[in-house]
Structure formats: structure tokens, C-alpha cells
């Protein structure tokens, strides 16, 4: 029944489309936009004026990075926050080269894999303190910073400062998330004295002021990293932890680090195409490009069932392998290479059949077992693509007093069979779902993107990166597209895909395709809100222009001068 009332949903929602527009897709909600010297796009419209306030006064797109997403975990706590995790890939102009940077953070050194069997435990809990690993973001923006930075860090946090300090409108979308959290996170000690003044959730417009976090940062400005690792807010945060019965220690935040990593690619029809190497699934949009690749997608259409299906059931190959593989690459040799060779693509793609959905596929035999985004750029060509997140959108719900933000639960990633890859063990960095991406062609940039939203993520890059290749949209076009989105895979964290999974399909495809689809097997429903969050810049080599775009279906902004 439940199967049949989803159909019914869907078909009532199927044929929205955007207004009328003089030129471009009809399913497009505006044009991108065009600048010379600057462009941000980020998931907040403050957000976005942060980082072009601070490209006007000097900074580097890395600086404007770094500001942007201070204001981020200000404004959109149900995404971000320095208690989380981050991930980018920098293209420096002076060297021509792309620099990527996993700054995750890892497993307590206390907690082993005996107290979840102590427990009762098969799985990591998403709440509370166990799922708590330590959060890199901090220590991120300092890499990022020492590397690439130009103003000094005081006034990169600064306008955030003075945001939390005065307060900000909470916009509508974070308003609705907010509350959402807020019904599972509350019961944890310190949650309500930062988010719920006045015993509620902030509303729609409503002024939000967050003096702790204005704290938390002036002492990040004042001193650095190390005023968040091995400071009084280290100290603070191990209290708190052991106070709730949670592992996370002084020691653990003191000996963190970040790691400066290689990006992988694949070639997709002459265009390169960028992702980070594990404990992260960026890899996992390059096994499925690959297997696109096999195909004349061009010639099926966008919105095909004939390409919807064969999209399908490349994301169930490569999820299969993300299932097995993916890993902290300190702990297991994850086979990048023959992951992601174009040799592996054509004999997993043998297993698709045209005309029937899988139920199920086996994870490939390999010789060795080896949420915000944001991006900007500056006029001397410096662009970063960034992610940041809490995981589960505000995160854990350990909320250390006085600081103002949550503590990630990033650990719930972690799977509890002792023969897996990414198996829990202490001082590991999970599996890690958030990523950002990059496209060059011809050893030049061309698109910094992302797509949030957990298993949507790979999905969603890949989605992007056909509908600019092969269906030739412009980047916001490429970003409005209806969406695919295909849940029910085998995960990291041991589950495995029962029944093929279902297959969810946003408003704006046309029933006839979904007919189709049905008959081929697939069980077909509507999904709200579960399709990602794109924000996208693009280098238009020939015009010496940046080209912006943002998700519609939130809150974001590009912008530019």
C-alpha cells in the first residue's frame, strides 16, 4: 500500500514545472550569474556577501572560503558547524595544480570496538555520545589558511563574530530544520540553551544570536588552532564528553591532524573529473561515470527511462563496491586505481540488463583489496571547492557548555563486523559521506561543485556532470534538472540492498518514463527534500568570466562583482 500511495503522490507533483522563462530549460529557476573579478556561491545569502566583503578587502577565494563557512555554522547549524568535519580541493593559479584536503577526524583512542559488544550494540547509535569522533573543521580552515591564506584569521572570522554577537533573520528552510532537530536533540544537556531560546526553536524571520559561538570564534582569531585543540575549549569540550559518558578526550583533540591528499579523476568524454581518494565516496561518482560512459547517454534523453534505468543500476554497481571497499586509507588498502579504471567500468557495466532492474549485485572481485557546500573564486583564478558538515544535520547533540555548537556523529558511520574495511577501531577516521568536486578540461578549471545530502551526494555529482556533458545544460539548468535518486544500496555500515532498492524521481518527469521504469522493475516513489543541495561556479575561459549558480530548493546564493 505504502508502495502505491508514493506512485499516487508522485503523479500529482510529477508535471511541476518552474513559470514560463524567455530563454533556457523551462525547469530552470533563473539564469546564472556572470562576474569578472569574484564570484561566491554558498547555501545562505549572508553567507555569500560575507565572501565577497572579504574578496573585495584582499582575500584570496580560500580566505572568503574560510569566512563563509564561519558564517555557515552560524546561520545553518542544521548543516555545519565547527563541530564537524571538512573536505575541499583548492585550484591554485600560480601552479596549475589542484591540492585536496581531508580534514575529518577520527575515532577516540578509549573507545574500542569491546564496549559496543559490552553494550549489546550491532550498530553505532546516530545520538548521544558514542557516535562522537573529533572534529577537524578547525584545523582545516588553518591548513587551508596557512596555505593559501592572505588576511589574517581575525578578520576571515570577524564578520561571523559580529553575526552571532547582533544576530541574523533565520531564513525559512533553517527555521524548519531547526525544529526538526530540535525534536531529537533537545533531551541532550546544553542543546537548549543555544537553539532554543525562550524554550523554542527560532522561527522564520526571527532575530538569532549566538553569543557563545561569537565567544568559541574570538579565541579561534585570537589563537588559532591550537585555542580549539589544546586550549580551554579542548578542555571543555573532554569534560563535557566524560561528563555524558562519552570517550572523546583532551588527548584526542590535541594530536589531531589534517591531511593534504592527492585528488583522483577519471576522463568523461575529454573532460577530467576530480573527486578525493577514501575514507570519503568521492570515488564513487567516478566508478559511476564510468560506467555511463559505456553508454550514448546524449542520444536517450534527459528524463528517459532508458537513461534513468542505466543510471540506476550504475549507482547500484558502484555503491556495492563503496559497501565493501571505502575505508580510512590508514587502515585498509582501498584499491583506488582498478576502482575507478576504465577496464573495471566495462565488465561491471556487462551486468546491466536494459530491460530489468536488478534486485541485487555482488560487489566486484578485485586482485588486491587494496552538509554545506560552498565555492568561490578570485580574480587571480584561485577557486575552492568546499564541504563541511555535522552529519545527520545538527549533528550529535553533545552540546559542551559555553561554546555553542554541536558535536558531530560522524561515527555512526562505522560498521561493527570486525572482518570489515571500514570496521571501527580507535583512532580511525570513518567512512565519510561529504565530498567536493572538480572539473578541468584540458588541463585548465572549469566547474567547482558540489552536491550535499549523504548518499545523494554521488549520485548527484554524477547527475551534474552528464546533464553539463552530455545534455549540454548551463550551470544552473544543470543544478534545477529533475533528480534521480536511488536508496536501498549495500552501506559501509554493513546493511545490504534488499528488493533493488527504490528509486525516487523528483517533480518534472514525465509519467509516461515512469511508466516505463515500473515495468522494467523498479519500484518507483517520491521523495521531499531528499535530492541535495548544489551550489556550482564555472570558468568561461574564452569570455574570462566566472559563471555562478545555486540550489533552488534552499536557501543559497551566488553572487559576484
Not at 75 to 89: N, Q
Not at 127 to 155: I, T
Not at 235 to 264: C, F, N
Not at 453 to 472: C, E, K, T
Request: proline share 6%.
Amino acid at each position: 500500500m505504502r508502495h502505491i500511495f508514493l506512485i499516487i503522490l508522485f503523479l500529482l507533483v510529477a508535471n511541476v514545472y518552474a513559470q514560463d522563462r524567455i530563454t533556457g530549460k523551462t525547469f530552470a529557476s533563473r539564469s546564472e550569474v556572470i562576474a569578472q573579478h569574484g564570484i561566491a556561491a554558498t547555501s545562505h545569502p549572508l553567507a555569500t556577501q560575507v565572501a565577497l566583503d572579504i574578496l573585495k578587502k584582499g582575500g584570496t577565494a580560500i580566505d572568503a572560503a574560510i569566512a563563509a563557512n564561519a558564517c555557515l555554522g552560524l546561520m545553518e547549524p542544521t548543516g555545519c558547524g565547527i563541530g564537524g568535519d571538512l573536505y575541499a580541493i583548492v585550484w591554485d593559479s600560480k601552479t596549475s595544480k589542484l591540492h585536496g584536503l581531508n580534514a575529518s577526524g577520527r575515532s577516540p583512542k578509549s573507545l574500542t570496538a569491546n564496549v559496543f559488544a559490552q553494550k549489546g550494540l550491532n550498530s553505532i547509535p546516530p545520538y548521544g555520545p558514542l557516535p562522537v569522533s573529533v572534529p577537524g573543521a578547525v584545523d582545516g580552515w588553518d591548513q587551508l589558511h596557512k596555505k593559501f591564506g592572505r588576511l589574517p584569521l581575525s578578520a576571515l572570522l570577524e564578520p561571523a563574530i559580529k553575526y552571532a554577537e547582533q544576530g541574523f533573520p533565520v531564513t525559512e528552510l533553517i527555521a524548519f530544520y531547526m525544529a526538526a532537530g530540535a525534536r531529537n536533540l533537545s533531551k541532550y544537556e546544553g542543546f537548549s540553551e543555544v537553539y532554543m531560546p525562550g524554550g523554542k526553536t527560532p522561527a522564520k524571520g526571527e532575530i538569532f544570536r549566538n553569543p557563545a559561538l561569537a565567544s568559541t570564534y574570538r579565541k579561534i582569531a585570537t589563537g588559532g588552532r591550537n585555542a580549539f585543540y589544546k586550549g580551554d575549549i579542548a578542555r571543555t569540550i573532554a569534560d563535557y564528553m566524560k561528563k555524558q559518558g562519552g570517550y572523546l578526550s583532551y588527548e584526542d583533540l590535541a594530536t589531531h591532524t589534517s591531511t593534504w591528499v592527492e585528488p583522483v579523476s577519471v576522463n568523461y568524454r575529454g573532460y577530467d573529473i576530480w573527486e578525493l581518494p577514501p575514507n570519503g565516496q568521492g570515488i564513487a561518482a567516478l566508478q559511476m561515470l564510468n560506467i555511463l560512459e559505456q553508454y550514448d547517454i546524449a542520444s536517450m534523453g534527459f528524463g528517459s527511462a532508458e537513461y534513468i534505468h542505466v543510471f540506476t543500476e550504475a549507482k547500484k554497481l558502484a555503491f556495492e563496491d563503496r559497501a565493501m571497499y571505502y575505508a580510512d586509507m590508514d587502515f585498509a588498502l582501498v584499491p583506488v586505481k582498478q576502482l575507478i579504471s576504465k577496464e573495471y567500468a566495462i565488465e561491471r557495466s556487462k551486468l546491466i540488463n536494459p530491460s530489468r532492474a536488478a534486485k541485487a549485485y555482488d560487489p566486484g572481485i578485485l586482485k588486491t583489496p587494496e552538509t554545506i557546500y560552498l565555492t568561490v573564486a578570485d580574480g587571480e583564478g584561485n577557486i575552492i571547492s568546499l564541504i563541511q558538515s555535522n552529519y545527520r544535520g545538527m549533528g550529535s547533540g553533545m552540546t559542551p557548555p559555553g561554546l555553542g555548537f554541536v558535536l558531530q556523529d560522524r561515527g555512526e558511520m562505522f560498521s561493527l563486523n570486525p572482518n570489515h574495511a571500514n570496521s571501527y577501531q580507535p583512532g580511525k577516521r570513518p567512512f565519510h559521506t561529504i565530498i567536493p568536486c572538480f572539473i578541468t578540461r584540458e588541463g585548465k578549471p572549469w566547474v567547482s561543485f558540489g552536491v550535499m545530502g549523504g548518499a545523494m551526494q554521488p549520485q548527484g555529482h554524477a547527475q551534474i556532470v552528464v546533464n553539463l556533458i552530455d545534455f549540454g545544460m548551463g550551470l544552473q539548468e544543470a543544478g534545477d534538472a529533475p533528480r534521480i535518486q536511488h536508496e536501498g544500496s549495500s552501506e559501509p555500515t554493513g546493511e545490504k540492498m534488499v528488493n533493488g532498492g527504490d528509486l525516487y524521481l523528483e517533480s518534472g518527469i514525465d509519467y509516461e518514463q515512469i511508466r516505463k521504469l515500473v515495468l522494467k522493475g523498479h519500484r518507483v516513489g517520491y521523495n521531499v527534500g531528499g535530492y541535495g543541495g548544489y551550489q556550482a561556479i564555472m570558468w568561461d575561459d574564452k569570455n574570462k568570466v566566472y559563471l555562478g549558480a545555486s540550489e533552488s530548493r534552499k536557501d543559497g546564493q551566488a553572487s559576484g562583482y
